[in-house]
Structures are given as C-alpha cells and as structure tokens.
C-alpha cells in the first residue's frame, strides 16, 4: 500500500516523521513522494499556534475532498492536547498524540479491517522515558536531525507545547552515540541535534548539553555538529567552554529571546532578563570564532506597552542579530497568557512586528556584509540550478556560487569558499581550488 506524509512544525517533527516513514517501510508498505493516488495519508500536526492548527483543518479538509477512499491519519501535537475536539478532525479515520507511534501500523490495519474509526491518546505522566526512535537518514537531505530530547517543564505562560509533550526526557547517550554511527556510515557529514528544549539534554542523568556534542564531535566521518534551537538559562560557562573546545560545533546558535524587556519576560515566565541574555550572547561571541546568533521574537505580548517594546527593539538593535524569526503574540487556548488582561489589538501588533522585522533586517544585512573577504569550508546540500550550487558555511550562512562544474553535482561535498558579495539574504562566494573532498 501507498502511503504519504505531510509534516507540519519543528525539526523535532521531521525526525519523527522519517521515524514513521521508516518502520512503515519496513512493515512492507510503500513511501510515496507524490500524494497522487496513495492509499494512506499521515499528517504530523503542530499546535504552537492557532495558525498551525487552522493550516491542519484545511489541508484535512482538502485530502478528504481529493482523496474519499483513502485512510487518513492525523498524529501529533495537536490530537494530543485537543484530541476531544473530534468535530474538527471528522475527515480523519484515525487520531493519536505524540506517544506511542509505533502503533500507528496497526491502528490503520485495524481500521482498514473494521472501517471503525480509531483513537489512541495517552496522556504524559513523571514516569515517561525518552521514546526510543532511530532513524537511519533523510531523503533529499544532506545533513541529518537527530532528536535529542523531548518534553518542557518550564511552563511559558503563552506555550502549549509541556501539554502536548510532557516532561524532561532525554535519549541515552549510548543510543545517540548508535544512531549517529549509523547515520555517518550512511554518508551524512553534518548532523543536527533537536529537542524540544536542548538545553536540558541529559539533566534526569545527570548529564549536560555538552556531554552530547562531545559525543557526536568524536564520531568518526561527521565532519559538522549542529544545535537546533536553544532556550538560554541553561547554557553555563562551563558548558560553553567545554562547546568551544569541539571544532566540529558550528559555530551558529539559535538562542530564544521572545522579548528584550524584562517586565514582558517575567511575564512570559521566562526565567532570565535581557541583562543575562546579552551576556550569554557575548560570552557566545568571546568563545566562537565566525559565531552567528539567531533568535525568535515576539511582539504584542499580553500587557506589552509601547514603553516595553521600546525596550526590547533596543536590546535587539544592541546584540544585532545575524536573523530573526519575529511574530505577533497569537492567543494559545489553554493557556495562562490567553485569560490575560491587557490583550494588544492585532493592528498594534503587525506594526510592531514590522518595525521589528526591519530592525532584524538591518542587522542581517550587516551580519552578511560583515563575511565579505572571509572563506569558510561550505557544505552543498542542493542541486545546481541554473548553474547555481547551494551551500552552507559552519556559522549557517547560505552561499551561492556560480562555478565552471556545471556538469557536475556538488551535493554533499564540502568546497572552501571565499565570500565575495551578498544578494538579498545570502552571500555569493567563489571556490577555491583544489578543496573540493
């Protein structure tokens, strides 16, 4: 039987979603690339926001318009908190949360054989333990995520996600230490490690952040570590330092700010100021050569004046960003933030969102300009297009590159490349020969 996947959300939902695909493969089933005629459908949900969860409702809608026979199965973050809410998921055949995926096979042979419809939602409780998943590579990608950790106990006010994935739980080294071996047999050279909060990798062991990325610098054949996005209060000094030691961590960090005020973080039940913050992020810059801050920023935040904004556009203006990722604050059902007094009209909040956006735009372009001259090793991870090859440098910047190998494939190589302007969001570079490996 056919089977085609839709993924919705975080890196942590790709992972999981090629760990689906691969125990479908091999219980005999056949992994679609087209969604044409399949007999299955699996979407992987996410539920951060309201617009996540309206974008699921109508690609639902729009498979069971196009596809009446099929079997469709909706699993993820959003049965797992509004599973109750069977209106909205009447076009599913089966629905189940984020635990226990492993069973999903035999839920759609189930239905398929009593055409009743089939529900599995199993709550989180403290006894939960990381979800053993090992995946063996990723289609049409060059570099491979690898799911760390799972689960929040931090209880942002305006999050959902503790509700949707439980508490701390991390792999075990000795499984990531496997499932990376693997994945450098199979060709990757760069290897990303997710979570749902990184941070807190390892701490029901004991265990740090860093233990991991020492773990997965010394396998041999992975050339470059990545980390997915990072929430601050947990990165030490000592972690840092023991980071920094590691030449195979690139030196790029997506670290969450949400707001550079701290009246508006405490609100948010964030458990750091700008103050500590900024310091984190120099601390960053003082430890890795070429290091690339990124960040996630919301605006509008329940009771945000106009005086709070201010303070978090400065805070932004003075650690300049290499990119951002700004959004208004949407109103998350379930959570303390949406019972808020002082709710910001939507019009205030685009126009801070695009006073925002323009700030970080700056500072992009800045960051960009300021790689002119340089030469990094660039991983390249597409295909040429109109004699274009696409890549990335350790620090996450994308380069392209006109080249004279235009008969040739570059994908998965890594060239050392001079940076010689930028275009829009990226930089163009020219290759230094004979670096090619």
């Known amino acids: ?7 919705f959300g975080c890196k942590v939902n790709i992972y999981e979603t090629e760990n689906m695909k691969q125990h479908f493969k091999e219980l005999g089933y056949t992994i679609s690339d087209s969604e044409k005629g399949c007999d299955i459908y699996v979407i992987n949900s996410c539920t951060v926001t309201e617009t996540g969860d309206k974008k699921l409702f109508k690609e639902l809608r729009r498979l069971r318009r196009e596809n009446p026979a099929a079997v469709i199965a909706v699993t993820g973050c959003f049965p797992q908190v509004f599973g109750s809410q069977a209106d909205k998921l009447s076009c599913a055949n089966i629905i189940m949360g984020t635990k226990e995926r492993k069973n999903l096979p035999y839920l759609i042979e189930e239905y398929i054989k009593t ?10 409780t403290s006894r939960d333990v990381f979800e053993e998943m090992c995946n063996k590579g990723y289609e049409n990608n060059t570099r491979a995520f690898v799911k760390i950790q799972d689960g929040c106990n931090m209880f942002c006010t305006y999050c959902i996600i503790p509700y949707t994935r439980g508490r701390f739980r991390s792999k075990p080294l000795e499984s990531l230490i496997t499932e990376v071996k693997g994945l450098a047999k199979a060709g990757y050279r760069e290897i990303v490690l997710v979570g749902i909060n ?17 773990a997965v610098c010394g396998i041999d054949k992975i050339e470059r570590v990545r980390l997915g996005s990072l929430e601050p209060e947990m990165l030490s000094d000592t972690d840092i330092q023991r980071m920094a030691a590691q030449s195979k961590l690139c030196p790029q960090f997506h670290l969450s700010l949400q707001s550079g005020c701290d009246r508006t973080l405490k609100a948010m039940n964030r458990r750091y100021t700008a103050s500590d913050y900024a ?9 890795f050569k070429d290091c690339a801050i990124t960040t996630d920023i919301m605006v509008g935040f329940p009771g945000e004046t106009d005086e709070d904004f201010n303070e978090s556009l400065e805070l932004v203006k003075k650690i300049g960003f290499a990119k951002a990722h700004i959004f208004p604050y949407s109103q998350r059902k379930g959570t303390p933030a949406a019972d808020m007094d002082g709710q910001v009209p939507k019009n205030i909040k685009a126009h801070r969102a695009e006073i925002m956006s323009e700030e970080t735009g700056k500072s992009q372009v800045k960051f960009l300009q300021s790689q002119i ?5 660039v991983l390249f ?17 994308q380069v392209k590159i006109f080249t004279k190998y235009l008969d040739k494939s570059l994908r998965n190589m890594i060239f050392y490349v001079k940076i010689v302007g930028i275009e829009h969001d990226y930089c163009i570079g020219e290759i230094h020969e004979p670096s090619i490996s």
């Open 373 to 377: 001259g340089l030469e990094f090793p």
């Open 381 to 397: 991870e597409h295909e040429k297009s109109d004699g274009i090859h696409h890549g990335y440098t350790p620090n996450y910047t």
């Open 279 to 287: 310091l984190l992020v120099q601390k960053l810059r003082d430890n």
């Open 198 to 214: 990184l941070s807190f990798y390892g701490i029901e062991f004991g265990m740090r952040l860093a233990d991991a990325v020492e």
């Open 1 to 7: 039987m056919n089977i085609y996947f839709i993924t």
């Open 115 to 124: 055409q009743k419809k089939q529900v599995l939602l199993c709550e989180y």
